[in-house]
Nanobody
């Protein structure tokens, strides 16, 4: 059984910062690509950023220069440092990861989401 659990969301003022974490646990063999997505009320889920096992990244233009993704493969954990937050960053943030379990099956897993609200 593999699980992804996000944490670190909350309420922050415009211009503030938050750090999200996504921890994978369970019968894990390898974690390949990982990513952060977000979904604002009334909108479709959108990609924020992805990071490969080797550390290559791809950011959506609206967060470039403000958000930084990283991962600690030894801890099976991914992070998203979000600086200079704007009201339009308000959304439910999800992490996902392509994981090969110890049973050798590989599939995409999703976390349950963590709410980020940017408001004064």
């Amino acid at each position: 059984q593999v699980q992804l659990v996000e944490s670190g969301g909350g309420l922050v003022q415009p211009g503030g910062s938050l750090r999200l974490s996504c921890a994978a646990s369970g019968s894990i063999s390898v974690i390949y690509d990982m990513g952060w997505y977000r979904q604002a009320p009334g909108k479709q889920r959108e990609l924020v950023v992805v990071i490969t096992y080797g550390g290559n990244t791809n950011y959506t233009p609206s967060v470039k220069g403000r958000f930084t993704i990283s991962r600690d493969n030894a801890k099976n954990t991914m992070y998203l440092q979000m600086n200079n937050l704007k009201a339009e960053d308000t959304a439910l943030y999800f992490c996902n990861a392509q994981i090969r379990s110890l049973s050798a099956q590989s599939r995409l897993y999703w976390g349950q989401g963590t709410q980020v609200t940017v408001s004064s």
